[in-house]
């Protein structure tokens, strides 16, 4: 599994995961780089802190295109971050099954989301407690979580 991130934590399972933290200057290489050897691997897993540094409401590298739409096909999964969901490519969010959805209340963010996500779903999340969340999967009904431990 591999993780792209400038998140500052430790693999669980450093003997079958790496956590990339490229520079600011290179996290473009490293992305694609990263996303080329996932495809030749396959059977992995890859999370992508905050997408949309990586690309835009209307284009993605060829790279990740491929992993988004034919991914699956070589057992490839994906989970990806974003702050703005308006500004992320249709096609991440089209093949999204499931959803970790914060606190989203940006007209543009809601109206757009609402097209994948039922609106009742994304309005119930304008109201949520400091650091709760809704789980909604493709077709289920949506939970409510709060985190598991608290956050100052």
């Not at 490229?22 to 996303?35: L, Q």
């Not at 757009?112 to 009904?141: C, D, M, R």
Request: with cysteine; net charge positive.
């Amino acid at each position: 599994m591999g993780i792209l991130s400038n998140a500052n934590f430790e693999p669980l399972r450093p003997k079958t995961q790496v956590i990339i933290k490229p520079h600011f200057a290179n996290k473009e290489n490293y992305f694609i780089a990263t996303c080329k050897d996932v495809w030749r691997k396959g059977n992995q897993i890859l999370a992508i802190e905050e997408i949309g540094q990586f690309c835009t409401k209307h284009y993605k590298p060829p790279e990740l295109d491929s992993l988004i739409n034919l991914g699956g096909n070589r057992n490839i999964a994906l989970w990806f971050t974003t702050r703005r969901v308006a500004e992320v490519h249709n096609d991440i969010i089209a093949n999204c099954q499931h959803h970790f959805i914060f606190r989203t209340y940006l007209p543009a963010d809601v109206e757009w989301y609402a097209s994948v996500v039922p609106k009742s779903v994304i309005e119930l999340s304008k109201n949520l407690p400091k650091f709760h969340f809704i789980y909604y999967q493709i077709g289920h009904e949506p939970k409510i979580y709060q985190p598991v431990k608290k956050v100052i």
